[in-house]
């Protein structure tokens, strides 16, 4: 399996984070197996894509140009990714399973009768037989899987991959594809985007998260968090069961089933630390808990404990922080 062929997705002005990682997943590949990574870019700045994505590693990079794919739309994402995977010849199609991505593996996969294998952090090929790695039992091993089918459809972990290196100056064919996705199979559209207060930076790109779970008791307790999310130049995150209380909007859950993250500074408010969770967490440099209940399992994880309530907590850290941050 050599043909490798990466979903460049992009965000905003450039390639998205999970993109990026796809692509260094993808030439580290290629590097193993001698072969080469092509990538795919959608939409109608997909040339823009495209540069960037030769720049990050891929040799060949396909358009599909259209107003269309502006915004996100399963059923034209499918189609027109499934499009491109077929033209290319590709046995291995990776991308991000990211929100999008997992969204989009399954369907992919169906539509190629291809193997699915998801999460997957690392790789390693013996006898031209590739392994996949992922980890299992939330996180506490990995688990290898093999394929019989001829083409496999690769979800990568979110924040588990080094980004290759950006080099403006490397060459690479973009070759637009001829496909026009049809407007009559559009079930849904986006009538007005309307941004989250509690959610002005990316959870995946955010550096410092501060938390909060079911210990935080309502949505209110929820300003507290922001409030210091905002003092270091952070964003706030969210339990899957504070979401599901309806405190926080379910775009900010952290977790396995959430956004993965890798933060430098995870600051754990009222989270007992689930499994799940903790999966979501597991690339995160330094993990703070603050939680009143001493047998929970967030302080395994974490790197500084406070067994106290938070309302303590959180108001005197604030406190002591505008004295040294403004």
Not at 6 to 17: E, M, R, T, Y
Not at 108 to 130: G, M, P, Q
Not at 276 to 292: E, P, R
Request: glycine fraction near 10%.
């Amino acid at each position: 399996m050599s043909r490798i062929l990466v979903f460049a997705n992009q965000q905003g002005d450039g390639l998205s984070s999970g993109a990026k990682e796809a692509l260094a997943f993808g030439s580290r590949l290629a590097s193993s197996t001698g072969g080469e990574v092509r990538s795919v870019t959608l939409g109608p700045f997909a040339e823009t894509g495209a540069k960037e994505a030769i720049a990050s590693g891929a040799s060949i990079a396909y358009t599909i140009s259209n107003p269309l794919l502006a915004e996100y739309d399963v059923e034209l994402f499918v189609n027109s990714i499934h499009t491109v995977f077929q033209q290319s010849g590709a046995d291995i199609l990776i991308l991000s399973f990211d929100k999008m991505g997992k969204d989009l593996v399954g369907r992919l996969a169906t539509r190629n009768c291809a193997s699915a294998i998801t999460e997957v952090v690392d790789f390693h090929t013996s006898n031209d037989k590739l392994t996949l790695v992922r980890p299992i039992y939330g996180d506490k091993a990995y688990g290898e899987y093999t394929t019989t089918r001829s083409k496999v459809v690769v979800g990568i972990r979110q924040k588990s991959q080094e980004l290759a290196e950006f080099d403006e100056t490397a060459t690479g064919e973009i070759i637009p594809v001829d496909y026009s996705p049809s407007e009559e199979i559009i079930v849904t559209k986006l009538v007005v985007k309307i941004q989250s207060a509690l959610s002005d930076i990316r959870l995946e790109d955010a550096s410092i998260i501060v938390s909060g779970g079911r210990g935080i008791e309502g949505a209110e307790g929820f300003n507290m968090l922001q409030t210091l999310a905002n003092l270091l130049g952070g964003t706030v995150g969210a339990s899957r069961a504070a979401c599901d209380a309806g405190w926080v909007p379910s775009n900010l859950q952290v977790g396995q089933t959430g956004a993965v993250v890798a933060p430098d500074l995870y600051i754990a408010v009222g989270i007992s630390g689930a499994s799940q969770h903790l999966a979501g967490i597991t690339n995160a440099k330094t993990v703070v808990a603050i939680n009143t209940d001493v047998e929970a399992p967030i302080y395994k994880r974490a790197n500084i404990g406070v067994v106290a309530d938070y309302k303590t907590v959180i108001p005197a850290l604030t406190e002591k922080l505008k004295k040294v941050l403004i």
